[in-house]
T-cell receptor, first 115, second 112 residues
Framework: KAGVTQTPRYLIKTRGQQVTLSCSPISGHRSVSWYQQTPGQGLQFLFEYFSETQRNKGNFPGRFSGRQFSNSRSEMNVSTLELGDSALYLC??????????????FGPGTRLLVL | KNEVEQSPQNLTAQEGEFITINCSYSVGISALHWLQQHPGGGIVSLFMLSSGKKKHGRLIATINIQEKHSSLHITASHPRDSAVYICAVGGHYGGSQGNLIFGKGTKLSVKP
């Protein structure tokens, strides 16, 4: 099976712009989670989607949003970019059985630089 | 206080040494994950533990649910083991598995 893919891999934007990142999960996986990684804060949970519904949301401002499509692909959007949004954005997929422990499979990440 | 604490933050070892990385957590969980991140950013899942012990090659992971503590051991360390090792917990507060809380990571450097 192909692994989790993320596009684009690298992105440079300027303050005030918006950006959309894409994540394609492993075939058959219905849960997609998004994480932000910065040198200062480490890895932080953004949101989790399952069957096109947001199942959980982390403590991020409303500028961060996401969605999931019927084929389980997910996108996240950041509007009105700030310098502090520069980070590595990772997505992870799993089968999605909510209460059962599951291995999370991570994508390679999208490195976003905001100038 | 962070809900997931790892120690040490940095670790330098000589090739062949036995290495231990520790992780303590303060919330109820249903699973603990050990992850490996190489320069460039990609994260690989090494282990997922709910209880006991797991072994894969030279890597061993243990968890003590009562003490809320887990350890990752690397036997006969090799320079290719150099990476950041991250502990993460899922299912906390009875929630879903895709909402992970992460430790700050342990940066391991193995010298030849």
């Amino acid at each position: 099976k192909a692994g989790v893919t993320q596009t684009p891999r690298y992105l440079i934007k300027t303050r005030g712009q918006q950006v959309t990142l894409s994540c394609s999960p492993i075939s058959g996986h219905r849960s997609v989670s998004w994480y932000q990684q910065t040198p200062g804060q480490g890895l932080q949970f953004l949101f989790e989607y399952f069957s096109e519904t947001q199942r959980n949301k982390g403590n991020f401002p409303g500028r961060f949003s996401g969605r999931q499509f019927s084929n389980s692909r997910s996108e996240m959007n950041v509007s009105t970019l700030e310098l502090g949004d520069s980070a590595l954005y990772l997505c992870a997929s799993s089968v999605g059985q909510s209460k059962r422990p599951e291995t999370q499979y991570f994508g390679p990440g999208t490195r976003l630089l905001v100038l | 206080k962070n809900e997931v604490e790892q120690s040490p933050q940095n670790l330098t070892a000589q090739e062949g040494e036995f290495i231990t990385i520790n992780c303590s957590y303060s919330v109820g969980i249903s699973a603990l994950h050990w992850l490996q991140q190489h320069p460039g950013g990609g994260i690989v899942s090494l282990f997922m533990l709910s209880s006991g012990k797991k072994k894969h090659g030279r890597l061993i992971a243990t968890i003590n649910i009562q003490e809320k503590h887990s350890s990752l051991h690397i036997t006969a360390s090799h320079p290719r083991d150099s990476a950041v090792y991250i502990c993460a917990v899922g299912g906390h507060y009875g929630g879903s598995q895709g909402n992970l809380i992460f430790g700050k990571g342990t940066k391991l450097s193995v010298k030849p």
